[in-house]
């Protein structure tokens, strides 16, 4: 773990298996010199990471790659495009109250929705800057490209069209970093970020990445164990240090 999810900061999760390291999902640039300190409380630079992957660019996931620019990274290349167009549109003045609904259609389901998304749009238009991803060549997309050994993705949409969650094998063991398919284990309405693009996916994911047996980091909050369902074998422990010799 290297930036723990909060009710408005985002996971950060080192994956190394003491010679290649990944990182999965970098932060906001307020958080740059905490990922650095964390970093280097495993022995590292950032210039010793190899790799970043972005579950999805909402602004509290991405704007740290900066941090990383001899990188490649990983992503779905239908979040980077929904994330930048979304961002795009709300950054101008004039309708973006009616612009949103393009992108979170179900937004006046939910009370006070109009206060909430002007609030995350303020959020927004603090921190985006696309020149903060990287440069666009480094990007290696999961729809063509596969991840690194021993990593597999799950592809959601419910939180935002092409969310990748991270799912990492080693020997019996496995990590889920569910990052905002899962936005906790609980109290989801705690957590300052968007609503679902839709709400009923949101859901199926949610319950999907539950279903999965072994150790599982939300995007917002706590890791904790998912035992396994009846008939199937328990996983070993699957916890950051299992996967992270660096710990």
């Not at 930048?84 to 109250?97: K, M, P, Q, V």
């Not at 006046?108 to 909430?116: F, G, T, V």
């Not at 290696?140 to 969650?165: D, N």
């Not at 994911?205 to 164990?225: E, K, M, N, Q």
Request: neutral net charge; hydrophobic residues 40%; contains cysteine.
């Amino acid at each position: 773990m290297l930036l723990p999810g909060s009710w408005r900061g985002a996971t950060s999760v080192l994956l190394s298996n003491g010679r290649h390291h990944i990182v999965v999902d970098t932060g906001l640039p307020h958080e740059a010199h905490q990922l650095v300190s964390a970093l280097k409380q495993k022995g590292l630079a950032p210039a010793d990471v190899g790799a970043v992957i972005n579950t999805h660019f909402h602004v509290d996931h991405v704007l740290n790659n900066a941090l990383f620019p001899s990188c490649v990274v990983y992503a779905t290349q239908r979040s980077y495009d929904w994330c930048r167009s979304l961002y795009a549109d709300i950054l101008h003045d004039a309708g973006w109250e009616k612009v949103v609904l393009k992108y979170y259609p179900e937004t006046h389901d939910y009370e006070k929705s109009a206060a909430n998304m002007g609030k995350l749009r303020k959020f927004a238009l603090r921190w985006w800057d696309a020149k903060r991803l990287g440069d666009p060549s480094r990007f290696r997309w999961i729809e063509t490209q596969p991840l690194p050994e021993g990593l597999e993705s799950l592809v959601t949409s419910g939180h935002v069209p092409g969310h990748a969650s991270i799912i990492v094998h080693r020997g019996d063991t496995r990590t889920v970093i569910a990052a905002d398919a899962l936005l906790s284990r609980e109290h989801d309405e705690r957590i300052l970020t968007m609503i679902p693009h839709n709400r009923a996916l949101y859901h199926l994911d949610r319950a999907r990445i539950l279903s999965l047996h072994g150790y599982i980091l939300p995007g917002h909050g706590a890791g904790f164990f998912a035992p396994a369902k009846q008939g199937e074998s328990a996983a070993r422990d699957g916890s950051p240090e299992a996967c992270d010799p660096a710990g």
